[in-house]
C-alpha cells in the first residue's frame, strides 16, 4: 500500500481552519512512501528559552503522520486515527527559523500504520525523531 498522491493545495486547503493552519504548517511535498511539510518557530511555538517548544515538535510529527496515512486508505471507508506517538528532541531551533519534517512508512497493514517522523533545521541537522502508530479502523456511516 502506499500513498495516494494528490495536489499539495488541496492537503493545505483541507487543514484550514485547524491546528494545522493555526500553527502555520504547510504540506511541500508528496511521494508514494513519503510526506513532508514544514512549520515555522515563532511565538505560537517557543518555549521560554526562545527555541521549537517540544509540543510543536510533536505537532508537526502527528500531522505528517496522519496526513500520510490517511493518504494511504480508502477514506470512504476507513480512517487513521493516533495510537500512540513518541518523540526524541535533538537539538532546539531557535525562533526566527523553520523546522522541516518528513514522515516515512515502517509498516502499513490492514489494522494498524507505523510512521517515522525525520525533522531537521534549515541547515539539513537532525532536531527531532518521532514515531506515530495510527489505527486503521472502519469509518462510522
Known amino acids: ?39 515555522p518557530v515563532d511565538e505560537r511555538h517557543a518555549q521560554i528559552m526562545g527555541v521549537l517548544h517540544g509540543g510543536g515538535s510533536v505537532v508537526l510529527a502527528e500531522t505528517l503522520g496522519s496526513i500520510a496515512a490517511n493518504m494511504s486508505v480508502d477514506t470512504t471507508k476507513y480512517a487513521c486515527m493516533g495510537l500512540e506517538i513518541n518523540a526524541n528532541h535533538i537539538r532546539p531551533v531557535p525562533k526566527g527559523k523553520w523546522v522541516y519534517g518528513t514522515a516515512t512508512s515502517l509498516h502499513v497493514g490492514r489494522k494498524t500504520q507505523v510512521w517515522e517522523i525525520k525533522m531537521t533545521n534549515e541547515e539539513g541537522k537532525l532536531t527531532c525523531i518521532s514515531r506515530i502508530t495510527m489505527a486503521v479502523v472502519e469509518r462510522f456511516h
Open 1 to 39: 500500500m502506499s500513498i495516494k498522491i494528490k495536489p499539495i493545495e488541496l492537503i493545505n486547503e483541507g487543514q484550514k481552519n485547524t491546528m494545522v493552519s493555526f500553527l502555520g504548517i504547510e504540506i511541500t511535498e508528496v511521494t508514494s512512501t513519503t510526506l513532508s511539510g514544514k512549520m
